[in-house]
């Protein structure tokens, strides 16, 4: 079993739907991040979280440390949003250096 | 507009051939981390340095694999000699630890094709 776990794997959506990606997590973390892969692109980090909520734009992110689990959202998706999704966590038994991803999720948006 | 850079963007070499590909983080990042992205394994962390002093390396084949840190300004991941199995896209982050740790940046990566 994977310790970071996301899903769902594949996500289409016609544009302005909410979106909410999910990822589960088995151990314990200082640090929770969403990154954003666009196709052949570079990795951008959205967001990093080690507790409540973070909003930019049309993205917010939750964590729940209790559950080990923590949401992506995207309001009013849009063709742009179009890109994987990785959850990562920095493992506290690793002196929190060290990132664990998910296996990501390919979002598709179409108009 | 701080950025992590790298270079090559993209290098296709022969098989057996040395690969070195360079990093330079953000200026004042203390942190430098080398991955590697394929469609089998995802992202996966090769090795890390903080103060340009080699933190963990164990993701890395000890045997055709070397990372260093010549100075705060550049990191180098050499891959000699390289195979087929190398092809991968490796990319480079940074961040600040200290008290308060800071958003991770990634760069654009190195896309390596080996034949």
Known sequence: KNEVEQSPQNLTAQ???????????SVGISALHWL???????IVSLFMLSSGKKKHGRLIATINIQEKHSSLHITASHPRDSAVYICAVRLIETSGSRLTFGEGTQLTVNP | DARVTQTPRHKVTEMGQEVTMRCQPILGHNTVFWYRQTMMQGLELLAYFRNRAPLDDSGMPKDRFSA???DATLATLKIQPSEPRDSAVYFCASDKRGPITGELFFGEGSRLTVL
């Open chain 1, 15 to 25: 544009e302005g739907e909410f979106i909410t990606i999910n990822c589960s997590y």
């Open chain 2, 68 to 70: 260093e840190m010549p």
């Open chain 1, 36 to 42: 954003q892969q666009h196709p052949g692109g570079g």
